[in-house]
Structures are given as structure tokens and as C-alpha cells.
């Protein structure tokens, strides 16, 4: 009867991981460029002295202001925090991502507090739109992977609006 009880309780943690969110969400266009009303154009995509070594840090902790991660993404110009767009971003950050992420502490996934002062905007929306390109293609993603157990990032399908929207939601924490 405990291992019965105990199965059950894996089964539903599991499925709670892989199912959440909506699946009807439209596709991402290839050259994506997402903007706010005052621009700023952020890193450039030459290598430079912002990564921190990789065998020092863990990837949750690494900072890599140049990767703009994998995907279609490409630039994002940042402006003022629009604090409509980033109440919209909670309620989405709450419905959808809180099952794995905790605002200011590790969880199942990693916490998105201070976020963009480790990894680019571009890499940022890349790893929510499609985490599963990232993960294949991305060697932080990887190593965020190998970090956190070996617990992938659920895909929510997410628009590219709504994925804005959490990223203005992260600015603001």
C-alpha cells in the first residue's frame, strides 16, 4: 500500500512538471525583435570580459552578458520599465512558472531575481519561448540542466507578448 501511495505521488509531481501551462499558444516568428517605447540597445554579441569562468560558478550563478542563447530572438531593446506590461508579467510568471520557480530562491528551476544582471535579455526571452532548443543547442542551458538535476525547463508556449511580459516582470524584482 506505500509503495502504491508513493508511486502515486511521483506520477502527480511529475505530470505537475510536464503539463503545466497552455499549449495553445501561437508560434514565434524567426527574426524576432521585441522593443519598449525608449530604447537602449543592450550587449554586443562580440565575446567579451563580462562571462565568468564556468569551472568557478554554478550556472544559476554565472554571468554571461554576451550569449543571446538560441533561437529567434535575436535583439531586444530595453527602455524604461512599462509597470503595465510588468503586472501582466506577474500574472503570467504566477499562473504558469511558480510550480518550478521561487522569485528570489532556487526551487525545481532556478530563481529569476537579478536575472539580467547574469544573462542577456535576448537569452533570456530565448529560454522561455523555447526551452528545448536552448537545452539542445545552448551550452549554459546545459549546464543549468546538469545543475538542477537534470529537470528540464517546461515549455508553457508562451507568445512573444507574454513572454515580454515576464521579462519586465523579472526587471522589476
Known amino acids: 500500500m506505500k509503495s502504491k501511495a508513493l508511486s502515486l505521488m511521483l506520477l502527480s509531481g511529475c505530470l505537475t512538471l510536464v503539463?503545466?501551462?497552455?499549449k495553445s499558444a501561437k508560434p514565434v516568428s524567426e527574426e524576432s525583435v521585441i522593443t519598449n517605447e525608449r530604447k537602449v540597445e543592450t550587449t554586443s554579441s562580440t565575446p567579451s570580459s563580462t562571462a565568468t569562468p564556468a569551472a568557478d560558478v554554478p550556472a544559476?550563478?554565472?554571468?554571461?552578458?554576451v550569449n543571446k542563447g538560441k533561437g529567434p530572438i535575436k535583439t531586444l531593446l530595453l527602455g524604461d520599465i512599462d509597470q503595465a506590461m510588468a503586472a501582466k508579467g506577474q500574472e503570467v510568471f504566477k499562473n504558469m512558472?511558480?510550480?518550478c520557480h521561487k522569485t528570489d530562491k532556487k526551487f525545481i528551476g532556478p530563481a529569476p531575481k537579478g536575472i539580467l544582471e547574469r544573462r542577456t535579455p535576448e537569452w533570456v526571452m530565448n529560454m522561455i519561448l523555447n526551452p528545448e532548443n536552448m537545452i539542445e543547442n545552448d551550452p549554459l542551458a546545459q549546464d543549468l540542466i546538469?545543475?538542477?538535476?537534470?529537470a528540464p525547463m517546461a515549455n508553457q508556449n508562451l507568445t512573444e507578448e507574454e513572454a515580454r511580459a515576464v521579462l519586465e516582470y523579472f526587471r522589476t524584482l
Open 19 to 22: 503539463s503545466c501551462g497552455d
Open 60 to 65: 544559476s550563478e554565472r554571468i554571461d552578458l
Open 97 to 99: 512558472c511558480t510550480a
Open 146 to 150: 546538469k545543475e538542477f538535476n537534470g
